[in-house]
Structure formats: C-alpha cells, structure tokens
C-alpha cells in the first residue's frame, strides 16, 4: 500500500513553549493513527491471502516499524517551523503484492478501505474519550486531555479523508482501481508513478502559485475540509454536545 500521506493546512510558526505543547498534544495522537492505519493494511493483506507485511513485522502495535523517519519526524517538524508552512508527511508504505490476494481485484478494495476505517473508528473513540473527560472537573490535566482527543478526531478525519482522494497509490486510488471497469482501472493505476507529484503538485505549489496571483483554489478544503464538516455533527453527538 502507498503510505498514508497526512496534510493539515496552513501552521503559523509557533515560539518553543507553543512547540513543545504543540507537540505534547499532537504526538501520541499521531503515532496511534498512523500505526494503526498502516498495521490494518497488513493486517487485512493478510488475511486475504498475501502474508508479506505479516512476514515484515508490518501488523504491529509498535510505532517504529511504520514510522519514516523523514516522512514522519523531520519534514513535519521543519513544516511546522517554517512561518507560513504546511503540516505535511508520510509513512513507511506497507508492501502489498495483489497478486497473491486470493480475489485481487476485490481484495484490492478492501486492504486499501481498512486504513481509513481504523482512522474513523479512532477518531470516534477519541470523541467518545473527549466526552467523558470533558464531564470532570476543569484542571490542567483535564484540558491537555481533551485537546489531545480534540487532535486526534481531526488528525484522524484528515488521515483518513485525505487517503481517500482517488490518485494513486493514496488509498482511494487503490479502491478506484478496484472498482473501476478494466480499462479505467489500468489508466488511474498508470498514475501511480506520478501520483506523488501529483499530491505535492495539486496541494501544495499549485495553490500557492494561484493565490499570489489572486486565484482561490484550495482542492483541500474541498476534498478533505468539506467532508470533515459533513461528519462533525456524528462526532458531536459523541462528545454528548
């Protein structure tokens, strides 16, 4: 599977103290989502008949197996310290060979849908969790609780509507190949050479070239923001707002 490519919009250059809370309440909710997403996609290739991530340790708890230290330490670290930047990473991709899927074509689907399904039933849990600690006295520790559930039903929502964009190799590239008649399925898997360049390309140079020209076009806040809108009321209703 191609990593899972996580993109949170615009930071502002924070001073060390807003870092370092930053990343308190931004870490342990990251490397949950990330692990998870990437462990259910071995997990699922798995059990669908292709055991090579199984073989690689790939369906694990343990964050250090997924982690990229480029994609998922120093460039969103250096993200985050540049003024003006985007929150934007990666993760190791776990290695899937369809072929040895027992019904690729269907397999395909699902082995890609199971990281963003692990991504929305992490982010309800957190809403779940936010809910009841919200219930209890104000206190330090209390509000670093819930802002730390806060991040992770957005971190995950972003994880997982963002991977469902259809290029490839995000996730939802791999369910539209798998859907697609043949055909249309091998011109979209043909972009999954360029697909990075695509999301680099897409996301981010090209609206920062248009706005300096006075043109607004944010394909992430449609693609991802608008979706995350959508499903906000569900998670609401957990939190018991």
């Known amino acids: 599977m191609g990593p899972p490519i996580f993109f949170l919009g615009a930071v502002v250059m924070p001073d060390l103290i807003q870092l370092a809370e930053r990343i308190s309440i931004w870490a342990l909710p990251v490397l949950i989502a990330i692990t998870l997403h990437e ?5 699922a290739a798995n059990k669908l008949g292709d055991d090579t991530a199984y073989k690689l340790g790939r369906v694990s708890f343990n964050p250090l197996v997924h982690v990229d230290p480029m ?4 460039f969103p670290l250096i993200c985050i310290l540049l003024p003006g930047g985007f929150l ?6 776990v290695p ?3 072929g040895r899927l027992r019904n690729p074509k269907r397999d ?6 199971a990281g963003p399904a692990v991504n ?10 936010y809910g009841v600690v919200n219930g209890f006295a104000d206190s330090t520790i209390a509000t670093w609780l819930t802002s730390m559930f806060e991040a992770a039903i957005i971190f995950n929502l972003v994880l997982a509507f963002f991977n469902l964009i259809p290029i490839p190799p995000l996730d939802g590239g791999r369910i539209a190949v798998g859907l697609l008649p043949m055909p249309f399925a091998k011109a979209l898997a043909g972009l999954e050479k360029y697909g990075f360049m695509i999301i680099i390309g897409g996301f981010l140079l090209l609206p920062m070239l248009l706005e300096r020209a006075g043109i607004n ?5 449609w693609l991802v923001w608008k979706p995350i809108e959508f ?3 569900f998670f609401r209703f957990l939190i018991g707002g």
């Open 39 to 43: 462990a259910a996609h071995a997990w």
């Open 71 to 74: 994609g998922t330490i120093l």
């Open 88 to 93: 934007f990473g990666w993760a190791k991709p």
């Open 96 to 98: 899937v060979h369809f």
């Open 108 to 113: 395909m689907v699902l082995v890609a849908a």
């Open 120 to 129: 929305f039933v992490l982010a309800m849990v957190a809403a779940i969790g």
């Open 217 to 221: 076009f944010h394909p992430f806040d």
């Open 231 to 233: 499903v906000l009321p």
